[in-house]
């Protein structure tokens, strides 16, 4: 039976990741730096440290890798404090239903404490989730399954407890390592067929995701 729900939160309940696209190229337009899409997307759903590392060995050792991302975050910062954050569609409905049936609900990003709590609050859903794991708590990063570990740990939960919700492939992975039922939620990049195959359930929204909790079938 099905106890806690852990969600990833950018790309999953934010539609953060196609922005945060946008605010890379625009940040590089300061930069003597070429902007590549395919690095931009496939470092969804990691940390800072991975990050660096994947900018690092496209770019060379002399990439300012701190100023950039001082850049991007202040344009970004800018833009969520002038508009809405935009939730994606079936979110609130879908907290709400889990609260109504009283599931324990968890975050699990990437995403540093700061910037994560700000966006949750500005997004008025932070009072729906018992417990929040952020990336500068964890040392290693998604696909690594510490994060959901972690989550697992504050929830007061086993694995065959919990549901993780993720858009990405590297956060599929992190929730299957931690041995915990998946679901994907269709996003920005399609995961690897391999990745998909482990899941118990493809979604197109989070609308999905009520009909599919409503069986309670994992």
Same mark, same amino acid.
């Given at each position: 039976?099905?106890?806690?729900?852990?969600?990833?939160?950018?790309?999953?309940?934010?539609?953060?990741?196609?922005?945060?696209?946008?605010?890379?190229?625009?940040?590089?337009?300061?930069?003597?730096?070429?902007?590549?899409?395919?690095?931009?997307?496939?470092?969804?759903?990691?940390?800072?440290?991975?990050?660096?590392?994947?900018?690092?060995?496209?770019?060379?050792?002399?990439?300012?890798?701190?100023?950039?991302?001082?850049?991007?975050?202040?344009?970004?910062?800018?833009?969520?404090?002038?508009?809405?954050?935009?939730?994606?569609?079936?979110?609130?409905?879908?907290?709400?239903?889990?609260?109504?049936?009283?599931?324990?609900?968890?975050?699990?990003?990437?995403?540093?404490?700061?910037?994560?709590?700000?966006?949750?609050?500005?997004?008025?859903?932070?009072?729906?989730?018992?417990?929040?794991?952020?990336?500068?708590?964890?040392?290693?990063?998604?696909?690594?399954?510490?994060?959901?570990?972690?989550?697992?740990?504050?929830?007061? +939960? !086993?694995?065959?407890?919990?549901?993780?919700? %993720?858009?990405? =492939?590297?956060?599929?992975?992190?929730? $299957? @390592?931690?041995?915990?039922?998946?679901?994907? +939620? !269709?996003?920005?990049?399609?995961?690897?067929? %391999?990745?998909? =195959?482990?899941?118990?359930?493809?979604? $197109? @929204?989070?609308?999905?995701?009520?009909?599919?909790? !409503?069986?309670?079938?994992?």
């Amino acid at each position: 039976m099905i106890k806690a729900v852990i969600f990833d939160m950018d790309g999953l309940m934010f539609d953060s990741e196609v922005l945060g696209i946008e605010m890379m190229k625009k940040t590089m337009e300061h930069f003597p730096f070429e902007y590549d899409h395919d690095l931009n997307t496939r470092i969804i759903g990691t940390t800072s440290e991975y990050i660096r590392k994947q900018f690092s060995e496209h770019y060379g050792e002399d990439f300012p890798f701190e100023e950039v991302m001082k850049h991007k975050k202040e344009i970004t910062l800018q833009y969520y404090h002038e508009n809405d954050i935009p939730k994606k569609s079936g979110l609130v409905e879908l907290l709400q239903f889990l609260k109504e049936n009283d599931y324990k609900l968890g975050v699990a990003t990437s995403t540093y404490r700061d910037d994560a709590e700000f966006m949750l609050k500005q997004a008025d859903i932070y009072h729906f989730f018992d417990e929040i794991v952020c990336g500068d708590e964890v040392k290693k990063s998604k696909p690594n399954p510490d994060i959901y570990l972690t989550a697992l740990h504050k929830l007061n +939960v !086993k694995a065959e407890e919990a549901i993780v919700l %993720e858009d990405s =492939e590297n956060g599929l992975r992190a929730g $299957q @390592s931690a041995g915990i039922a998946t679901i994907f +939620v !269709k996003d920005l990049v399609h995961p690897h067929e %391999e990745v998909l =195959e482990k899941v118990v359930c493809s979604a $197109q @929204s989070l609308h999905d995701v009520i009909a599919y909790l !409503k069986n309670d079938t994992v």
